[in-house]
């Protein structure tokens, strides 16, 4: 318990010091926001503090710190270092500074973000490819939810009833102005999920389990070791509790509801850490539940489910079960949100009158649908979409600290544009190295790791620089 309660301490510590240090990089000032000379009663609408950060929570939560936590956890005692210091080096990083870019330029969408710093090209590209991200995530986090509630209900009320109304609540959470249901419900499921982590943390110390520590070594202790070594694996499997490109697309959401910029910090940064933690208390449980079940168990909702029952007890657990239930289908919801804004940009389509709205999102829907009955009818379907939204995932961060980067460096910044350098040199290593040894992508095998890590980051590295060199001297 030592080891987890350090990085807990650490995660705490890195809002306050490394989270000042990078918003003082930033340097948010007292110029007007979107909420306020944008103001359009759909999407741009003035919200308090504490309900923007309870709702930037929720978005980028997902089961990201729940489940990737859990099946990260596998991996040893490496995946506490990766929630801590990807949490605070690269992932608060990335959704602090992407958040206040797109605050600063007008509530932008993602794929608009990064074309104004990698150019049009990649512009059109992420367009294409961060929409079918956030479908992607639609459609995935259906089916889980939608099973959960099937076993608290009655026998009529089955998964596809529950698939069904979930689907209508997207529907109506997309369409309608954000105050309407996103700010009325978020916080309640918010705190559902606080509940289920804090309660969580507290029988951690009340049950005081034997996990290992950091000096006990960093081994791979997955089961199938062999075929899925930490590097890169780890880091695509615990995603949205270290890094995550899903939440860049969630921050213009919020961007477009803030006051003043000198909230950045609390909603974004602060939301992230937050997860961060989520992660953490969930990998500590997991570990103890691995630990005297063995490693057998591939599902984490059942993990979930044993670990609430078993610690929090039957009111407990169904509150800890709503958290994570709330929390696919909130960031679901915002998907599909996101992903309209991002093709209303794209054409230019104001998003005040119903009809507009529908123009996008009937088409966005019916592609959702299609995924969802595809992966309901073959559960390896389900199983290949899941792997391909971790990779997209994590790669949509790559273009989001490359064009972090980028910025930094145009707005001279010195040399504090290593904030986000780092970490996209990392990531990228870490997402070409998983496309080619998984078998999803070009099944490589492990051998290759080093080779392609290597040779990804040295590329990277050289491609930057050029640019750096030639932007530095025309300036």
Known sequence: MITFTLCLLALIAGYFFYGRFVERIFGPDDRKTPALTKADGVDYIPL??????????????????????????????????????????AGAVHDYLAGMLSLRNGGESLPEIIGRYLGMTTKQVMRG??????????AVFVAGPAGLLAKLT????????????????????????????????????????????????VMLYVK??????????????????AALPIFPMMFVSIACGAISGFHATQSPLMARCMTSERYGRPVFYGAMITEGIVALI?????????????????????????????????????????????APITSGDTAFRSAR????????????????RLYICIPMFLVAIGLLLYSLRDKEGFDMIWRYFAWTNQTLSVFTLWAITVYLVREKKGHYYYVTYLPAIFMTAVCTTYICI????????????????????????????????KTTKKT
Do not use: C
Not at 129 to 138: E, H, K, N, R, S
Not at 208 to 225: F, R, V
């Open 129 to 138: 490819f961060t929409v079918l991200l956030m479908i992607l995530v639609g």
């Open 48 to 89: 308090p503090t504490w309900k923007i950060f309870m709702i930037q929570f929720l978005n980028i939560a997902g089961l990201g710190p729940i489940f990737g936590a859990i099946m990260g956890a596998k991996f040893g005692t490496a995946s506490y270092l990766w929630i801590v210091l990807g949490s605070i080096f």
């Open 438 to 469: 998984a078998p999803e992508g070009f099944g490589m095998g492990s051998g290759f790791v080093s080779s392609i890590a290597i040779l990804s980051a040295s590329i990277a590295v050289i491609w930057f620089n050029i640019w750096y060199f």
């Open 208 to 225: 005081h389990p034997a996990l290992p520590e950091i000096w006990d070594g960093l081994q791979n202790t997955h089961p199938d070791a």
């Open 341 to 356: 804004l991002i093709v209303a940009d794209f054409l230019g389509m104001e998003q005040k009158s119903m009809r507009r």
């Open 282 to 326: 969930w990998a500590a449980a997991a570990t103890y539940f691995f630990h005297e079940n063995g490693m057998g168990e591939n599902n984490a909702a059942v993990v979930v489910d044993a670990i609430t029952k078993n610690w929090l007890g039957v009111v407990g657990g169904v509150l800890a079960i709503l958290g994570v239930i709330a």
């Open 154 to 201: 009655p026998a009529y009320m089955d998964a596809t009833f529950w698939i069904i109304v979930v689907f209508v609540y997207y529907i109506l959470a997309t369409l309608l102005p954000v105050d309407k249901i996103i700010g009325k419900i978020y916080p309640v499921f918010a705190a559902a999920l606080l509940f289920m982590a804090v309660g969580i943390l």
